[in-house]
């Protein structure tokens, strides 16, 4: 692993693999519209457009990796243009795929624990993927398409991704932090499960993987089973906050455009067993990523 192409390199999991990328792999880092905050001698940057791509210069790198982290991620954007969403989420992951066969690049793909309908819980790679909202829909087809056309190829299953930020858009949990720490208030769910990942720790997983040889799905995420509301109480303790600034909230009682699914918690027991990175419980993520705030 010599020559490492990054899609999305700006962006919040982007730039923290950037940061923690190993000091001898050369990068050459996509972005779409503001350049990563990330800078280094080894790192190449690429303004490419997801609707009209130039595969010039990623050709001429020759990628022995192709990292796809790049997508349209906003679940309710996704629903309300699903057009553009099948542009940037799908049909430019299969333009890349095309290309990583060409260059017989190794291919990891980042996908997303949206793939799940919610209905169970503790999903691991073998349970169904049912998606309930165009996000989940549109990246489960990336995920089969890349499956099915890419012999080196591994499909990593995000859970929600928490930490701070490096490229200056204020993260959900900074912000919660921000709003607390003022004495404003804060709505959080008390009945959505998930099992948050630190975005440093998921850049940790995803350079592994890049430089191993599993291939087929893979579920990263961390190892606690929470809700935002038991995130929030975490995060009053670790600071000294109020907990009367969390004001508890039922899903039932936000109504957005898209669907979001109740709980997509992951068994990540085989995630265990081919990494050797640890995934670690919330406590110990936000004290790594907040202790000197």
């Known amino acids: 692993m010599k020559n490492v192409f990054i899609t999305g390199a700006s962006g919040f999991l982007g730039n923290y693999l950037l940061k923690f990328a190993p000091a001898d792999v050369h990068i050459l880092a996509q972005y779409h519209t503001t350049a990563p905050a990330i800078t280094s001698s080894n790192i190449d940057c690429l303004q490419m457009d997801y609707a009209n791509p130039d595969w ?83 990246k489960l087809a990336a995920e089969t398409f890349v499956l099915g056309n890419h012999p080196n190829a591994v499909v990593a299953r995000s859970a929600l991704i928490y930490g701070k930020s490096l490229h200056g858009k204020v993260t959900f949990t900074e912000s919660m932090i921000g709003r607390l720490r003022e004495g404003q208030t804060v709505n959080v769910f008390e009945d959505e499960f998930r099992t948050p990942i630190l975005v440093d720790n998921l850049a940790e997983a995803i350079w592994e993987l890049a430089g191993n040889t599993f291939t087929g799905l893979l579920n990263l995420g961390g190892s606690q089973r929470i809700t935002r509301l038991e995130m929030g109480k975490i995060i009053c303790g670790m600071f000294g906050f ?23 918690s992951f068994d990540i027991a085989l995630a265990k067993q081919v990494l050797t990175t640890p995934l670690t419980d919330v406590s110990t993520g936000l004290r790594r990523a907040f202790s000197q705030s």
């Open 56 to 138: 010039t210069q990623v050709q001429h790198f020759q990628p022995d990796t192709i990292i796809h982290c790049g997508a349209m991620t906003q679940i309710d954007k996704c629903e309300q243009r699903p057009a553009a969403a099948v542009t940037a989420n799908l049909t430019f992951t299969k333009y890349l795929c095309d290309v990583a066969n060409l260059t017989g690049a190794r291919f990891v793909f980042i996908s997303t624990d949206q793939v799940y309908d919610g209905e169970n819980r503790d999903y691991s790679e073998t349970d169904t993927a049912n998606p309930v909202n165009q996000y989940g829909k549109i």
């Open 242 to 264: 109020n907990e009367s600034g969390l004001l508890s909230t039922k899903m039932a009682d936000i109504h957005l455009p898209a669907k979001r699914p109740q709980d997509l």
